[in-house]
């Protein structure tokens, strides 16, 4: 049997139902000698009734992982490696390096006193800063320094370069970026610093002083360049907006509070092809479930609890990463009755948006809670 003759029957009208003949077999068979085939054969497995994600919901627990990210630096050097970083995988994807979707993350850990080489591709990426002092990104030239929850960017094309500063400590942080995506679109380009360093050419920290003030943008500021010009994006404004947008509104039934990282030039995503949201989940909140294309990658800046992702519980506490596949039913509790638990939120939603493949829905039944399997 050939490998186009995988015929998913279904008995339904419109939607392809042929029993194979030893004609047709034949007819199949013919067809492949000149790298064609029927698409009534394969058209039940390529064109889904609705999206089936490959990727399955994960986490993983800083805690078991932590001590693994730290022994790669008595391994490695981050020259010998170019970027010592521990990948996340989902084990649901054979496909490519993915930790949920066209999404790839990794943890990358850096000793006081290292620099990693200054380079630039055509994926773009995040940053997402998980522990230590001292650590700072350069790109194209702007320098900012780094800290715990800090969010930052490093969008498609742009020179950048991480480093620690001697005086710091071993720092660790999530990267985020769309390599898979760029890959599956066959548009990734990769290029190492002639230098193998970039000279900081602005003062530190400049662009998020410049671009990050609330409702202010820079009087004659310009700035057209497909991505946001706010590089980072700190933790304690971050979070003081939220605990100040929780005074004034109830929140999602879907997602507490929660608020989206934006250019502050065009109040969209961040970058082209990837958004991000930092969401604040009350004291012993449990948000309804829901279920939306695009894939999720959600990492626990602070708190702890639980979420249920398509009828399983899935256990976190902070600085714990797990992953939301796209039209996953899902919803998020809080743990705890005192505190709040905030989660920081990396997704595709810019390329879903854009291309106009954006669906959300509801779950109907259960008063909007899953039961659980
Ligand atoms: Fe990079
Ligand atoms: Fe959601």
């Avoid at 015929?7 to 067809?31: I, Q, S, W």
């Avoid at 989902?90 to 943890?107: C, E, F, K, S, T």
């Avoid at 990267?175 to 602005?202: C, K, M, Q, R, T």
């Avoid at 065009?266 to 930092?278: D, E, H, I, Q, R």
Wanted: proline share 6%; glycine share 8%.
């Amino acid at each position: 049997m050939s490998r186009f003759h995988e015929n998913h029957r279904e008995d339904v009208a419109g939607r392809a139902n042929v029993e194979d003949t030893p004609e047709l077999l034949a007819y199949y068979d013919d067809l492949i000698k000149y790298e064609a085939g029927a698409l009534w054969t394969v058209a039940n497995k390529i064109e889904p009734w609705e999206p089936k994600s490959e990727s399955v919901p994960v986490v993983w627990r800083y805690n078991d992982l932590r001590a693994h990210v730290l022994r790669s630096v008595d391994l490695v050097t981050p020259e010998k490696a170019g970027r010592r970083v521990i990948y996340l995988n989902n084990p649901g994807r054979q496909d490519v390096h993915a930790a949920v979707g066209w999404i790839y993350a990794g943890l990358q850990v850096m000793n006081p006193g290292e620099r990693a080489s200054a380079h630039r591709h055509s994926a773009s990426a995040i940053r997402f800063i998980m522990e230590g002092t001292g650590a700072y990104t350069v790109v194209d030239g702007h320098k900012m320094t780094l800290g715990r929850n800090d969010f930052v960017l490093t969008p498609n094309g742009t020179w950048h370069e991480h480093a620690v500063e001697a005086s710091g400590t071993p720092c660790i942080w999530q990267d985020g970026l769309d390599i898979p995506l760029v890959n599956a679109l066959e548009a990734n380009f990769y290029e190492v610093h002639p230098d193998l360093s970039e000279p900081v050419a602005f003062p530190v920290d400049d662009m998020t002083k410049t671009w990050g003030n609330p409702g202010l943008t820079p009087s004659g500021g310009d700035w057209n360049n497909g991505y946001s010009p706010m590089f980072k994006y700190e933790w304690e404004p971050t979070y003081d907006a939220l605990a100040k947008y929780a005074t004034a509104t109830d929140g999602s039934p879907f997602d507490g509070v929660m608020m989206e990282y934006v250019n502050p030039t065009t109040n969209g995503p961040v970058m082209k092809t990837m958004g991000a949201s930092m969401q604040m989940l009350r004291p012993g909140e449990h948000t309804k479930a829901h279920r939306h294309t695009g894939s999720y990658l959600y990492h626990v800046a602070k708190g702890s609890g639980h979420s249920i992702i398509n009828g399983k519980r899935f256990d976190w506490s902070e600085r714990d990463i797990f992953c939301v596949p796209s039209w996953a039913w899902h919803e998020h509790v809080n743990g705890s009755s005192t505190q709040d638990a905030c989660l920081f939120c990396l997704n595709d939603l810019p390329v879903m948006r854009s291309l106009g493949l954006y669906r959300e829905e509801a779950f109907g039944e259960n008063n909007g809670n899953q039961p659980l399997l």
